[in-house]
């Protein structure tokens, strides 16, 4: 990749967003639609926050968009080197930057961006190097709400999937999981009680109670086995493969993530995208 590369070179041009005030559900709707996984936020033509997967993930039942979205986002110039959206998105723990030019929205850049430039390198250093081995596997029976809360607590956007011989058999993320929920309505009640045992008022522990009904929207993840929802037969990757050449079939088929497996297809480790943007920063 030449050195002059600019994040105007790469960047997604055509960017979808979602404007204040906005709804959890336009923003679910678009994010299913257009398959992507984070959005901008724009209040007066000018980039206030991102709204990402992540973020409904976690506040199922809020509905308000300024109560969802990450405020004050790293935003970064299209004249920029692409090596410092690497440093940003490294330093921030992020997966986008908004471009923005004389304060307006112009351009996206991912991580996947990112990771494509690094192609061109044709770095071969293995990916031992960048390779996480903390993320552990899911059961292919296991619950999806269960995995959903697994992946939040682990901080993981995606986990593979084995079955009970441990091979690897599929891979769920965070985007899967998105775009098999719903939004389910229901009815709570609240008691309110007027008076309690130790009021002097109280006859015979009687009192007044007000039931209050009120509506309750959340995000529902559906309650069948990960195997239902996640992707069957992953890319994998060898732990001696390339940089470069590992980039090349994350970029070729759309992935942020590839289980990373032995001679014997057991799972090892998961190669995430962003793991790969060290690998640009050392040439």
Excluded at 120 to 126: G, H, Q, Y
Excluded at 228 to 245: L, Q, Y
Aim: glycine share 4%.
């Amino acid at each position: 990749m030449p050195k002059d590369t600019l994040v105007k070179d790469v960047m997604v041009k055509d960017v979808a967003s979602v404007a204040l005030p906005g709804s959890r559900d336009e923003v679910l709707s678009i994010l299913k639609d257009k398959r992507v996984s984070g959005l901008p936020v724009i209040k007066d033509n000018k980039v206030v926050g991102i709204v990402s997967r992540s973020n409904l993930l976690k506040n199922p039942t809020e509905e308000q968009l300024a109560l969802l979205m990450a405020r004050d986002p790293v935003t970064i110039g299209p004249d920029e080197d692409l090596t410092i959206a690497a440093r940003l998105l490294l330093k921030h723990g992020i997966r986008r930057l908004p471009v923005v030019e004389d304060d307006k929205l112009v351009g996206l850049i991912s991580v996947a961006d990112v990771v494509g430039g690094i192609v061109d390198l044709d770095v071969t250093d293995p990916i031992s190097e960048y390779l996480n081995h903390g993320v552990g596997p899911v059961w292919y029976q296991t619950p999806l709400p269960v995995v959903a809360r697994h992946m939040e607590l682990a901080h993981v956007k995606a986990v593979p999937v084995i079955d009970s011989s441990l091979d690897l058999v599929g891979i769920i993320s965070d985007r899967d999981i998105i775009s098999s929920s719903v939004i389910e309505d229901s009815v709570e009640m609240s008691d309110m009680s007027a008076g309690s045992d130790d009021d002097e008022w109280t006859w015979e522990s009687m009192r007044d109670t007000m039931s209050i009904y009120y509506s309750v929207s959340r995000i529902k993840v559906p309650e069948v086995p990960v195997e239902e929802i996640m992707v069957k037969d992953p890319i994998t990757a060898s732990n001696n493969m390339g940089v470069s050449e590992c980039a090349l079939k994350m970029k070729r088929h759309r992935i942020d993530q590839m289980p990373v497996v032995d001679a014997n297809q057991k799972f090892i480790g998961l190669l995430r995208d962003r793991y790969l943007l060290k690998a640009l920063l050392k040439y």
